[in-house]
């Protein structure tokens, strides 16, 4: 039995006086150790990041391009190309394809969840500790844009950022000489990261906010406060770092569903700019092959689909450990 | 709970399985042909719609005056009309319709209609959308009447007016499209730039300045202008335009507008004073007066006048713009240009003349047409009905017809082509297609405004390597804009050379491709255009070492940017209306709607009239082949290659046989049985 | 129950009043011409359709008439495709969505709350790990290819299932079973969830202490309370699954409401769009309160107050 000491609920009869902070996240990791899904998806998430972020890079200072076309050599299989994994329809490696796909997927998903944790803690703290009326309609609001089509925040955001990006990338290339290549590359994620990001910190918002309104109403922040402690310092020291878990929680979650919402634009046709290319693109590009040549489809989904088992395994995971209420057991 | 959703489902899975015959069996047995249809159609008012897949469904609802031969090209069938004799010049024709031709409703179709339906397209009311009035411009007199050019109506045909009209046709009746006045409205005279300048130059001979806000003052007031400022005005709006106080204060001035030399002070006191009558009467409707060239002699006799030679003209009666409309439903439901507001098209309010009528509309989900009991050749239509099915996703499509619920797609795409070749041999059609796969250039951009780089750029595409690697459709390269067809052939204009392409990059003044401005590649969001454009890259990449962006845009967006000319490149295609080159040259005249390229050129207008007043064919074709020549000097368009068909059949589908146009007569169409 | 029902509806009625304002201005603010066509439009004509559809006016004027023309119950017509009025495409799509969201959320509750239940009672056993495997495998696949390979692997070989269409009633099948997974994934881990907490609550604990079998045990006591964050999640999902099913919708051909989201957006069709967002507001406003009532049923301590 794991012992549970959350600052959030009274502390359970069973469970002996530990120091707080420390403990929490040593239980935790505890507590993770003994989810081997958990443990699996992690290692998975680590060793695909380590994939895309580190191997992609070296293989491609030793000549491998994910955008050289060989019409000639379309469709090698499995074995063949420079990368050993097959071409493509145009004749492009596959490896680095998938390779480089899945550094535009996770960094789309990766800087959209920070983004939308950034914002989420901002607006849903603030709403959640001030409560009452401005809380409430601070939440209405949320709740107003969040059943808005998804689509239209994406391509509103879209139009109305690739403009100035463009200006931004222009300026590094011209002013620092970096390569057109690699900042046009990154620069044209912005646009979908924040597409993305504008419609996710939502649903993040609502989750710090029911942390925040319940945080606000337990002893130790009325405790703060009639130590008469100030509103920031009960934020930033008391709200805040209780909220980290559920924040963490859903954050790990949402990097998944972040690479679903890029594959599902991809479908539509809104996804990134050509010739990049990311798993979404990849798998439904190859979805289109499926009767006739199933290697340009196996392998982005294979490695898509193992990442967001990983990752929502990791996410279940985090939610068992660090969310005692579920961890009596 | 759990136990009821189980019966549930099994029960609907019992029911199921009663049937396990396929939807092709099915529809065999009830002599029903399902047609894949790629998409919801938009309406099918014929003089509303513009796309293929709605022709689609209004060839097999409505008849024209002849009918497309089932397995010949450039071959006309008698439709409403049973024969037809023109004069020896191509430009008076007489058409015998069929009596026994009715409406689904046991209407007669008569004369009548056909000069209502014209009368209808032409409609000259800014509020009637039509997208393809210009296929009725050959029609003498009908560009006036649609374009609601008063004075040219009025002076024209009035039987006493004293001067001839090619006399008078010099005077400025339509305003000088150069001044918009509207576009200046913010500037300072005297802070404007030279080149805008030169465009009012011929008005102020006499030195002068302009003052913008009160030419764009609501209303003008002419009294209030300087000589050169009324110049301006009257000029830039034209007589057809102008308000009837302003023809009044012309009446006073009139040298404060255009006229030529030839036409003397009083005809131009009675030419304004037709048009103030005309104001007078409350601007009327001016079909009776434009004498556009469609009469109906009597109830079964309809008689045109063309505007020129037109020898091909039963090819053209074959569109669908050329279609009679019901006149009695459409005045039932509406005024005779009601557009959009008007149920008249509606399942239940829908009369049609063609083989079949109208039977079930669902959205997104099916549009079933059925036998027209009415039809004058009933005995010859053997199908009982067709069904048209809106696929979208032209993969499920293929799918569908590999599980027998098709009898014939709308495509294959060309990731699939391999496989079907292979699986259903005998079933994938691969025909030509009067069709042009192309790049509009934005002739404004720099550094497309060079004719060297856009001829570069067209020469480094490796056409080839398009069709045969990613295409696989049989399609062909293009050398022209043109695709051969009939008389006439195609000079080779474009071809792949990279070693030329790079000279005339180097010709043009740009030495090293890091001096290149960024390009900007415009495609909508469709898989097949993506993957052409990504080749498209890396053979500039390649060949020129340019590197260009690739822009996808959903449809909308993507029509929009190239109409505001938003773009530097630009993927496009075009499909012929009917078999004669002009379909494919005329878009790109100046302010054509869809030129796009801010590419025109006078010489090459020049050559499109001097061939619309030619009857001799081989004459005809050197002209049109010239004019394709002089487009094609210029590159504002780079031809990629020439579209085929590829779609699947079913083998008892019969009376299906290659066509040009791919106009289908539906009526001829059988389902053999098994 | 009745105040909750009340301050419910009123939250709704905010909502969708919010929703409807950022809407409004949201897709007007997409670049594109509603009245762009393969074929070019000019300016007259341009404008002459703006004025016909009340597009010429300025914004706030629109948005007072859009409201005003909702009040007389006038969704507008449809700016792609013309003639038709919103109320008509709304009303054609909308029974089509419902059967289809109904049969798969009830799918996704069969396949996902049973999984749910197994992997918290093997709590961090194979079991738990296969249950949630299978569960997950919903929401790691995409729809794009989970579509195409029961088309390819299930219709085709199977004479009685069409590939796609909406002719025949075993024509749901497919849509629905591709569409169940995400449920049925969202549905195992909240019923996970859910259950683990019971699991881990006094009473249950006293009663195994005495020896209540296991079964009876959940049953009678885990499964109700254990149920309830997933019946929180069947209100939205339900909603969601009605209008948002896209893919799956474009891949098989089904006449819903998704197709009628994603292309109203792409066509710029203003009153499509705003029509198509009033009714799904209001639907997740009911289904919102059917899940409270739900709720309030399955919840003594509720029921009560």
């Known amino acids: 039995m794991a012992s549970s000491v959350n600052p959030a609920s009274s502390p359970s009869s069973e469970s002996p006086p530990v120091e707080k902070g420390s403990s929490l996240w040593t239980d935790a990791f505890f507590r993770l150790k003994k989810n081997k899904l958990a443990m699996l998806g992690g290692i998975i998430v680590i060793l695909i990041l380590i994939l895309c972020f580190i191997v992609a890079p070296i293989l491609a200072l030793t000549g491998l391009n994910a955008n050289a076309q060989d019409l000639s050599n379309r469709f090698a299989p499995i074995g063949e190309g420079q990368g050993g994994l097959g071409t493509d329809q145009l004749g492009r490696d596959l490896l680095m394809r998938v390779l480089e796909g899945g550094q535009i997927s996770l960094l789309v998903a990766i800087l959209a969840t920070l983004m939308t944790v950034t914002l989420g803690i901002i607006y849903g703290g603030i709403a959640g500790y001030v409560g009452g009326r401005i809380g409430n309609a601070m939440m209405r609001i949320v709740d107003g844009l969040l059943a808005m089509p998804f689509l239209i925040i994406v391509i509103l955001f879209r139009e109305i950022i690739s403009g100035h990006v463009d200006e931004l990338a222009r300026f590094f290339i011209d002013v620092w000489g970096w390569s057109s290549d690699s900042v046009l590359r990154f620069a044209n994620l912005i646009p979908l990261t924040i597409a993305i990001a504008g419609f996710g910190w939502l649903s993040m918002g609502r989750i710090v906010r029911s942390a925040a309104a319940s945080l606000s109403q337990q002893e130790f922040v009325e405790a703060a406060r009639s130590l008469g402690l100030s509103h920031q310092r009960i934020l930033f020291r008391h709200i805040l770092p209780n909220m980290l878990g559920p924040v963490i929680i859903y954050a790990t979650l949402t990097i998944p569903s972040f690479i679903l919402y890029e594959a599902t634009l991809s479908f539509i046709g809104l996804g990134i700019e050509p010739p990049n290319s990311s798993w979404g693109k990849l798998i439904q590009e190859g979805a289109n092959f499926m009767e006739t040549n199933l290697t340009v489809l196996a392998i982005p989904a294979v490695l898509f689909s193992l990442t967001l088992f990983a990752f929502n395994f990791l996410g279940d995971g985090l939610r068992d450990a660090l969310d005692p209420r579920a961890s009596k057991d | 709970m759990l136990r009821t959703t189980f019966y549930l489902i099994l029960a609907s899975f019992l029911l199921v399985s009663c049937e396990t015959r396929s939807d092709v069996e099915i529809a065999n047995e009830e002599n029903i042909l399902i047609v894949g249809n790629s998409n919801e159609p938009k309406g099918l008012d014929p003089h509303l719609v513009s796309g293929v897949l709605e022709s689609n469904i209004i060839r097999a609802l409505f008849e024209g005056l002849c009918v497309e031969d089932p397995a010949k090209d450039s071959s006309s069938l008698p439709g409403v009309a049973m024969r037809w004799e023109s004069s020896e010049d191509f430009t008076q024709w007489t058409f015998f319709l069929n009596p026994k031709a009715k409406w689904s409703d046991g209407v007669p179709v008569t004369a009548h209609d056909f000069v209502f339906s014209y009368r209808r397209l032409l409609s000259p009311d800014p509020n009637w959308p039509a997208k393809y009035t210009e296929m009725l411009y050959f029609l003498e007199n009908g560009e006036a009447y649609h374009r609601n050019r008063v004075g040219e109506i009025l002076c024209k045909n009035k039987p006493d007016f004293p001067l001839a009209w090619d006399l008078l046709k010099g005077a400025n009746f339509n305003g000088d499209k150069k001044l918009k006045l509207e576009s200046f409205a913010e500037q300072e005279f005297t802070k404007m730039e030279e080149k805008d300048l030169a465009k009012f130059k011929a008005y102020l001979s006499e030195g002068g300045a302009l003052d913008f806000k009160k030419l764009t003052a609501d209303p003008v007031d002419p009294s209030q202008l300087s000589d050169a400022e009324k110049r301006v005005f009257f000029n830039s709006i034209g007589l057809d335009k102008l308000e009837k106080e302003h023809l009044i204060f012309l009446k006073k001035q009139p040298e404060m507008i255009e006229w030529t030399e030839a036409v003397p002070p009083e005809v131009r006191q009675e030419v304004l004073d037709l048009l103030i009558a005309h104001h007078e009467a409350g601007k009327p409707n001016l079909w009776d007066q434009a004498r556009v060239g469609v009469t109906a002699a009597d109830d079964f006799t309809l008689k045109l006048k063309l505007r020129g030679p037109v020898p091909f003209l039963t090819e053209i009666t074959k569109h669908y713009t050329w279609y009679p409309v019901p006149r009695h439903v459409i005045l039932a439901h509406g005024e005779i240009n009601t557009a959009f507001s008007s149920p008249w098209t509606r399942p239940g309010n829908i009369v049609s003349n063609g083989p079949f009528q109208l039977k079930t509309w669902r959205t997104n989900h099916l549009i079933e047409v059925e036998k027209n009991p009415h039809y004058w050749d009933r005995e010859t239509v053997s199908l009982s009905g067709i069904r048209y099915l809106p696929i979208k996703n032209s993969y499920t499509e293929t799918r569908m017809f590999g599980d027998d619920q098709l009898h014939i797609t709308y495509t294959v795409p060309s990731e699939l082509i391999p496989m079907a070749r292979e699986k259903y041999p005998g079933q994938l059609r691969q025909e030509n297609y009067v069709g042009v796969r192309f790049l509009r250039v934005n002739t404004r951009s720099t550094p497309f405004d060079h004719p060297q780089v856009r001829r570069a750029f067209a020469l480094a595409i490796d056409q080839k390597a398009i069709c045969e690697k990613i295409l696989q459709g049989g399609q062909k390269p293009a050398s022209g804009i043109v695709p051969p067809f009939g008389d006439y052939q195609p000079p080779e204009l474009i071809h792949f050379d990279p070693a030329r392409a790079k000279t005339l990059l180097a010709e043009s003044g740009y030495e090293s491709t890091s001096s290149f401005p960024d390009i900007e590649l415009l495609t909508t969001n469709s898989d097949s255009g993506l993957r052409e454009a990504e080749a498209l890259q890396a053979m500039w990449q390649e060949h020129l070492g340019i590197k260009v962006r690739i822009t996808q845009r959903e449809w909308t967006t993507y029509l929009q940017k190239q109409a505001e000319k938003d773009y530097d490149l630009c993927v496009g295609g075009w499909i012929g209306d009917y078999l004669d080159p002009t379909t494919f040259l005329e878009m790109w005249v100046n302010d054509g709607g869809n030129n796009n390229t801010g590419w025109s050129s006078e010489e090459f207008e020049a050559l499109l009239s001097k061939a619309e007043n030619t009857a001799d064919v081989p004459t005809r074709m050197e002209i049109l082949s010239q004019a394709e020549r002089r487009l094609l000097d210029d590159t504002p368009v780079l031809p990629i290659y020439w579209y085929t068909t590829n779609y699947l059949i079913r083998p008892e589908v019969k009376n299906w046989t290659p066509l040009l146009l791919n106009n289908h007569p539906f009526k001829f169409v059988k389902i053999e049985k098994p | ?305």
């Open chain 3, 1 to 305: 129950m009745l105040r909750i029902i009340l301050s419910r509806l009123f939250q709704t009625v905010i909502v969708v009043f919010l929703l409807v304002t950022f809407t409004f201005f949201a897709v007007r603010a997409i670049p594109g011409n509603p009245f762009a066509a393969e074929k070019a439009t000019s300016p007259e004509e341009q404008a002459a359709l703006e004025a016909y559809y009340g597009l010429d006016k300025p914004l706030p004027i629109q948005y007072l008439n859009y409201w005003k023309n909702i009040s007389k119950g006038d969704f507008g017509d449809s700016l792609a495709m013309k003639g038709r009025k919103v109320s008509t495409l709304i009303s054609e799509a909308f029974p089509v969505s419902l059967k289809l969201g109904l049969l798969s959320l009830l799918l996704g509750m069969i396949i996902g709350m049973p999984l749910g239940i197994i992997a918290a009672l093997f709590h961090n056993r194979w079991q738990d790990y296969s249950a949630m495997v299978i569960a997950m495998a919903g929401i790691c696949i995409v729809a794009f290819v989970l579509g195409p390979i029961f088309q390819l692997s299930i219709a085709k070989p199977l004479s009685l299932l069409n590939v796609a269409g909406w002719q025949r009633s075993s024509d749901i099948l497919l849509p629905s079973i591709t569409l169940c997974f995400g449920v049925a994934a969202y549905l195992a881990r909240l019923t996970r969830g859910g259950m683990l907490d019971v699991l881990s609550q006094d009473y249950i604990r006293t009663a195994r202490a005495k020896g209540v079998p296991t079964l009876q045990i959940i049953s009678r006591h885990a499964l109700r309370p254990a149920l309830m964050p997933a019946v929180t999640f069947l209100g939205p999902a339900f909603a969601a699954i009605i209008t948002g099913s896209f893919v799956v919708e474009t891949i098989f051909l089904v006449p819903g409401m998704g197709q009628h989201f994603v292309l109203g957006i792409t066509s710029k069709d203003y009153n499509l769009v705003l029509g198509l967002v009033l009714f799904y507001g209001i639907l997740m406003g009911i289904a919102n309160l059917l899940s409270d009532i739900a709720l309030i049923f399955m919840d003594p301590k509720l029921r009560n107050s």
